[in-house]
């Protein structure tokens, strides 16, 4: 859906006056992405390497493939009690090799003028049970820790006082045929396991929403404070105020709800209870969610009127090659996707959609090469991709079976499509 894909962490310290951020003297990698927040990174050889989705360093000795996806702490919850605070987000990583010696591990904290200061801890859940085992380092941004076995591992603090975190705002706006507005506003640390865990809750929703990107929080958040969030023009909002901390924890995260009666732009702002300071500030403009009702509205008109227009050179090329099985009226052939519906979906598939052909269509990787190496235009290698999965399932190749493979992987807006296709057959 819209807001399944994963969010990747936000390098807020880069604008954090408080924090130093040091050269970084290792090399950016990016790793293989794959679905539900899986990674993988082949690395050739000795050297210390950051991942630039993720923000994780390794340091190995030689060269070796690693592993690794984004975990929810909610799963640790019974362990991780007071003293114990979370500050970043925590991972499952695998590999086979010892020549992995370090990881250092993104936090979320701002230590001002206190880094030298802080110990923190890295809890390891292993099959005894968790451990807190030392860092060897922390930095601004990274805590290090000495590789002893892998399993999930994140880092953690005992808490002090005042704990200050570099923060987020994530809007969702819900999306149905009201003319009111009505808006989820999540307050949250910059903790991608955190954010990951609001993104799952929305998209399991019984409402379908849209998420609007604005800019983080520009000041501090701190640690058991109150902050109100206003808008201007007023408006409902539900509670009046939320006491901050890292949920990361919690199965339900809080958030504001905003309702206005009637559609309108309005300014919001995040303000500090005690000190009235606003910490955080965006104007929703109108454009930030009717251009995806207008995407809606020309797709559907789009597929009302596909009979009666003539196709684009990309559809009619499609079509053309698989004239004689629309031709072919079979019990079941009715109902399998045309070549044309197949270019409206290729043409709303992100740049992921290799990875839905091995992941959720059961090609393969010398499928998805065979397909390369034909076309030049990426719609068409995804239409073709679509093609091959349709032939494959013979009468199955319907808008109601690929629906099956792809929900819960793809966008809202394409996941809509296919409903609207089944509603045709």
């Known amino acids: 859906m819209l807001f399944y894909f994963f969010i990747l962490e936000v390098n807020i310290q880069q604008c954090c006056k408080h924090c ?20 993988c990174l082949k690395l050739d050889g000795e050297g210390t390497f950051e991942c630039t989705e993720t923000g994780l360093i390794f340091e190995v000795t030689r060269s070796v493939t690693i592993e690794y996806s984004v975990l929810s702490w909610t799963k640790y919850a019974a362990y991780v009690k007071e003293p114990w605070i979370v500050v970043g987000p925590i991972f499952d990583i695998k590999c086979t090799s010892s ?62 006082d005042p704990v200050y975190y570099h923060g987020v705002v994530i809007l969702y706006k819900v999306i149905n045929n009201h003319p009111s507005l009505k808006f989820r506003v999540y307050i949250a640390t910059n903790n991608n396991s955190f954010i990951k865990d609001i993104s799952k809750t929305v998209r399991r929703s019984l409402n379908k929403f849209i998420k609007i990107e604005k800019p983080p929080c520009h000041k501090l ?8 969030l206003t808008s201007d023009p007023e408006a409902d909002i539900t509670p009046e105020e939320i006491q901050f901390g890292d949920d990361s924890t919690l199965a339900e995260k809080p958030f504001f709800e905003v309702y206005l009666e009637q559609p309108m732009e309005l300014m919001l702002s995040l303000v500090d209870l005690e000190s009235e300071e606003v910490v955080w500030k965006a104007k ?58 197949l270019m409206i979906l290729a043409m709303k598939m992100g740049k992921d959609w290799k990875v839905i052909g091995i992941g959720c269509l059961k090609l393969t990787l010398q499928d998805i090469e065979q397909i390369e190496a034909k076309e030049e235009d990426v719609n068409m290698y995804k239409c073709m991709m679509l093609r091959k999965w349709r032939d494959s ?33």
């Open 20 to 39: 130093i951020i040091q050269k970084k003297q290792h090399e950016q990698v990016t790793p293989r992405r794959f679905l539900k927040g899986q990674f």
């Open 99 to 160: 020549a992995l010696t370090s990881i250092q591990f993104p936090h979320t904290l701002c230590l001002n003028d206190h880094l030298s200061e802080k110990a923190f801890k890295v809890f390891h859940f292993k099959k005894n049970g968790p451990e807190f085992e030392g860092s060897i380092d922390h930095s601004t941004t990274h805590v290090k820790w000495h590789v002893s076995s892998l399993s999930p591992v994140g880092p953690v603090i005992e808490r002090y």
């Open 221 to 228: 958040l701190q640690n058991g404070k109150k902050y109100r």
């Open 284 to 341: 929703l403009r109108e454009s930030d969610w009717t251009l995806h009702n207008q995407n809606n509205n020309e797709q559907e008109k789009s597929l009302n009127c596909a009979g009666k227009r003539k196709a684009t050179t990309k559809l009619e090329l499609c079509c053309k090659r698989q004239k004689m099985a629309d031709i072919t009226d079979g019990t079941n052939s009715n109902h399998l996707l045309t070549d044309h519906q």
């Open 393 to 425: 399932e013979q009468n199955n190749g319907t808008a109601h079976n690929l629906y099956k493979c792809l929900d819960g992987q793809v966008s809202h807006e394409l996941l809509e499509l296919l409903k609207g296709f089944l509603q045709q057959t």
